[in-house]
Structure formats: structure tokens, C-alpha cells
């Protein structure tokens, strides 16, 4: 089972962190009103949410063997992706380029796709709502569907598999697996190798 210690350490926010408050001033100055906007408490925004989501991760107990706690344990790994993944997303709006989003278009994280037309960014998106954000409000392909709740399949070696139920009569089940080494990629390559 993985082990979350060390994937991620807060080494690098604190650095930011340091770069931003040896220049505040300078950083305030600028981005106070920037547009009509305050983009600087966007910022420390960012950098708060980052620090909380990393130090989660990186004192997060071992996955529980019961697998209700476990559905839960990795909910909260993909909401903590996702916190920082989002505020990446917007330190890249405010100090490279407003209009483009960092990653987008690759599809090096997940392999074997139920949604293969989606990059990284979008089919992460999409396990996030399968595996406990809003897993009884989905939308795909114009359908209604509803997630079931996880469990370990013995079809494959995934982590935990949904299956998303129709709302339509006849219409066949999905079935959506979620790897923690996949997740941990898409972490690592927006935390640990930001462009």
C-alpha cells in the first residue's frame, strides 16, 4: 500500500512563501490592483491552501484496510490534489499568463481512460466527482449518471472502481477504476514539476 510521507513536503510553498514575503512590498505594489483586482490575497490565498493540502498529504495515516475508511482516505487524497492543483492553476494566471491554463491538453497521468477524449486535467476532474465530490449529480455524454460506492474489484488492480449507473432504462453501467500511483503522478507533476 502506498505510503503518503514524502510524495510531497512543503519545501517548496515555503519557499515560494519566502521568495513572495522577502519581496512583499514589491509583490503587493503590483498585484494589490491589478485589472481592477486584488490578485495579491489571491496569492496568499494560494500559497495557504497549498501549504494546508501538502502538509495533509504528507502526515496522512496509511490507508485503513477497512474500505469504507479507505473510500474516505482517498477522498481526501483527491481533494487535496485537487486544492492543489487549482491553486497552481491560478499562481500560473496571475504571475505567467491569465489566459492559459498550465498542462493542458497532456495526457501523461492516467492510462486506460473510461473518457479518453479527456486530458489530464479534465479526466481528474472527472474522478473527483466519480469518487465522492458529487458522485449522485453527474453529467456524462448528455446522461445522468450516479456513481456506486467504491470498492476494491478483483477484475483489475485498481485502487477502488465505481460503478456509474444510468438514470436512462436499458442503458448499461460504466465502470471507472482509480489508481493512488496515477493520482500521485498528476500531484507530483503539478506540485513537484510546475512549468
Not at 45 to 57: G, K, T
Not at 65 to 73: F, L, T
Not at 136 to 148: G, M, P, T, W
Amino acid at each position: 500500500m502506498v505510503e503518503m510521507k514524502g510524495i510531497v513536503t512543503d519545501e517548496k510553498i515555503s519557499d515560494f512563501r519566502d521568495l513572495v514575503n522577502s519581496n512583499s512590498k514589491f509583490v503587493y505594489q503590483i498585484y494589490k490592483d491589478k485589472g481592477g483586482k486584488n490578485l495579491f490575497h489571491l496569492v496568499c490565498s494560494c500559497m495557504d491552501w497549498i501549504s494546508v493540502s501538502v502538509r495533509h498529504l504528507d502526515n496522512a495515516p496509511k490507508f485503513d484496510s477497512n474500505i469504507d475508511v479507505k473510500c474516505m482516505q482517498i477522498y481526501s487524497l483527491i481533494s487535496s490534489i485537487d486544492l492543489i492543483s487549482a491553486s497552481v492553476n491560478q499562481l500560473h494566471r496571475v504571475f505567467v499568463n491569465e489566459k492559459t491554463v498550465p498542462f493542458k491538453g497532456e495526457k501523461k497521468c492516467f492510462h486506460n481512460r473510461l473518457i479518453e477524449r479527456e486530458d489530464d486535467n479534465t479526466y481528474f476532474k472527472t474522478l473527483r466527482a466519480c469518487f465522492g465530490a458529487h458522485p449522485v449529480e453527474l453529467n456524462q455524454s448528455n446522461s445522468k449518471r450516479f456513481a456506486s460506492w467504491p470498492f476494491k474489484s478483483y477484475l483489475n488492480n485498481a485502487d477502488l472502481t465505481v460503478h456509474l449507473y444510468s438514470r436512462e432504462i436499458g442503458e448499461e453501467d460504466l465502470t471507472l477504476d482509480v489508481y493512488i500511483s496515477e493520482l500521485l503522478k498528476f500531484l507530483t507533476t503539478r506540485y513537484v514539476v510546475v512549468k
